[in-house]
């Protein structure tokens, strides 16, 4: 079974801020990776597929790289509505895990 | 316009069983490389697949919980069933219940609170 590890935990940065948050996969997923936003009592919005590729509606702040097993989610310039946890998950094969998550938080 | 809502108790007794259904609405499990799942998540921790059915009644189970899940489907009225056996206070979390194409999740249901007590 595949393992995702997401690193740092905890993300502490100011509104304008780069946010640069990693997905380390146990065994390679090709690009078969996805990320999710989740807010407090919402469920979560997919954000990136395939590594890359941005859902419906995500601004172009957010972008996706990597493949094999690092992965990397990019948030260019911090808004206040990104304050949020964020997972990665694969679909290389089932089960389907999702990491840990990463808080990013305002400093 | 896809929407999945959950319905099922909000508390259950230790070692009863949960029912929980999903009904969805603007897709048919019936079309090709359509899935709906469950994916819970207990209070403060991270997100965890349960169970998955496809279109052609494939059905997918999280390895640790395969022996207490079972995931059914009734097409013609839009639901998926997932039911968990013994239940246990660890199970307290937020159940959802997810539509999925292709492997990935872009569509959710709001979520339903399930809290193990007697």
């Known amino acids: 079974e595949i393992v995702l590890t997401q690193s740092p935990a905890t993300l502490s940065l100011s509104p304008g801020e780069r946010a640069t948050l990693s997905c380390r996969a146990s065994q390679s997923v090709s690009s078969y990776l996805a990320w999710y936003q989740q807010k407090p009592g919402q469920a979560p919005r997919l954000l990136i597929y395939?590594?890359?590729n941005r859902a419906t509606g995500i601004p172009a702040r957010f972008s996706g790289s990597g493949s094999g097993t690092d992965f990397t989610l990019t948030i260019s310039s911090l808004e206040p509505e990104d304050f949020a946890v964020y997972y990665c998950q694969q679909r290389s094969n089932w089960p389907s895990p999702f990491g840990g998550g990463t808080k990013v938080e305002i400093k | 316009q896809i929407t999945l809502k959950e319905s099922g108790p909000t508390l259950v007794k230790p070692t009863q069983t949960l029912t929980l259904t999903c009904t969805f609405s603007?897709?048919?499990?019936?079309?090709?490389?359509?899935?709906v799942g469950w994916i819970r998540q207990p209070p403060g921790k991270a997100l965890e697949w349960l169970a998955l059915i496809y279109w052609d009644d494939d059905k997918r189970y999280s390895p640790s919980l395969k022996s207490r899940l079972t995931i059914t489907k009734d097409t013609s009225k839009n639901q998926v069933v997932l039911t968990m056996t013994n239940m246990d206070p660890v199970d307290t979390a937020t159940y959802y219940c997810?539509?999925?194409?292709?492997?990935?999740?872009?569509?959710w249901g709001q979520g339903t609170l399930v809290t193990v007590s007697s």
């Open positions: 395939d590594a890359s």
């Open positions: 603007g897709f048919s499990l019936s079309t090709s490389g359509v899935g």
């Open positions: 997810a539509h999925t194409g292709g492997g990935y999740i872009s569509y």
